[in-house]
């Protein structure tokens, strides 16, 4: 129980996305952040310098954009996971899904993976 309890006092370290917003810019890129969270590339870095406070909205985009990227290589392997991001999604007007995610959020291409990871598209 006190294992418990020392961690419960520990999980305000949660509400830190810092460190997701350095893993995606080590992946990513800052430009590519930055645009996939709806800020500007001297925002992010400011960000992750803790010269300005990441906004309830940008934390909301980091986490979504990190858990994403978790689901899509859960789903596919390697090169396949980028192609499926960059690719055009026809039954959304050709529009590409990282272009979707940048626009309308997680909850559609989360969609879409759960259906793939069923066989639904095989």
Request: no cysteine.
């Amino acid at each position: 129980m006190s294992a418990i309890l020392d961690a419960n006092a520990k999980v305000g370290e949660f509400a830190d996305v810092r460190p997701i917003a350095e893993r995606l810019v080590r992946v990513l890129g800052p430009r590519a952040v930055a645009r996939l969270i709806g800020t500007d590339h001297a925002n992010l870095i400011n960000y992750i310098s803790e010269r300005r406070t990441i906004s309830v909205d940008v934390a909301r985009r980091l986490i979504d954009t990190e858990f994403l990227l978790s689901r899509v290589a859960q789903v596919f392997v390697g090169r396949a996971a980028v192609d499926w991001l960059l690719s055009a999604d026809v039954r959304r007007g050709g529009a590409r899904r990282i272009d979707i995610f940048a626009a309308d959020g997680v909850a559609p291409l989360l969609d879409d993976l759960e259906r793939i990871a069923e066989g639904a598209y095989a």
